[in-house]
Structures are given as C-alpha cells and as structure tokens.
C-alpha cells in the first residue's frame, strides 16, 4: 500500500505532467464564419496555427457540405470525398471555404500533426446546421457536449481521488 506521503508526492508529479500539456493549449483552432449557414450558401472556415513549423492537418467536413475553395496553395492541399488536408510549413493561418447543403447539420472535425515537434492531436468539433435547423440524421442525435472528451484534470482528480482514498484504507 502506498502512504499518504506517497500519495500526495505522486499527486504532485502528475499535476506537474498534466499542467504543462493544458496550458500550452492546441496549437490549431477553429473559427467559423458563422455555424448557421444558409441552404447552398458558402461560408468560411479559419485554422489558426502557433508553433508548427512543419505538418499538417486534415479536416472532415459533414455529410453533405461541401469543400469550396482555399487561399493555401494548391500544391499543399488535398481534398477527398468529406476530407480535406493541407501541408503546414510555418503558416500560421489557413482559411477555407465550405458550400453548404439544402438541410442538413454536423460537426467538422479535425486532427493536426507537428512532425518536428513530433506531436498531433484533435482540433475541438465546431456544430454547423442549415438556417440553425438540427436534423438527428446527420448529427447522429446526441448532443456536441455529449461527444466531448473527459478534461486532464476531471482524469488527474479521480485518480487523485483514488489515491487518497487508498491511503486512507478506510480509515476515518
């Protein structure tokens, strides 16, 4: 068993792993030019990037939008079906243009990777729908908020917890 000491030296050396990860922050964000599109209108979708000096990113669009045009260069640019990836080297915006359908809502959703840094991760989900109408089809019915990952630091206080209570061994 693992004493309080212990417990709370292990606590401390978690938090100085997580607290560093999570102030950093993403180094690729999302903004839309609106999240209620007009049917067939096209809207404009800006990535904002820090500290990637080469990489990519690949965002999904959903069903039924539609890739417009881009200010990136075309020969760093690649569009599949609902996907679409551009080559990232020291650009710090990039911004798209996407045509929306008659109806419809979703999330895009996207991923970065930093090849020097060697590190990736997900770009937070941004809700689109048709004139603000939600339609269960294409948004799989549940709620953004229900498709969010746990924080690091709902994780770092449960495991903390645990630990606490282990140390305790029922003790009152």
Not at 5 to 20: F, G, K, T
Not at 23 to 42: D, I
């Amino acid at each position: 068993m693992i004493t309080l000491p212990a417990n709370r030296l292990l606590c401390i050396a978690l938090l100085l792993m997580v607290v560093p990860v999570a102030v950093s922050g993403a180094p690729v964000t999302r903004t839309l030019s609106t999240a209620e599109p007009g049917a067939g209108e096209a809207f404009t979708v800006s990535l904002s990037i820090e500290d990637v000096a080469l990489g990519g990113v690949v965002e999904t669009l959903p069903a039924g939008y539609a890739f417009a045009e881009t200010d990136h260069p075309a020969d760093r640019i690649l569009v599949r079906g609902q996907k679409i990836a551009f080559a990232v080297m020291n650009d710090t915006r990039i911004a798209y243009s996407v045509r929306a359908p008659a109806s419809g809502s979703g999330d895009i959703t996207g991923r970065w990777e930093d090849f020097i840094g060697e590190v990736d991760g997900a770009i937070p989900a941004s809700h689109v729908a048709v004139d603000g109408i939600e339609t269960a089809a294409e948004s799989g019915g549940a709620s953004p908020v229900a498709q969010e990952a746990a924080s690091p630091f709902a994780v770092l206080a449960a495991i903390a917890g645990i630990l606490i209570a282990a140390g305790r061994g029922g003790r009152r």
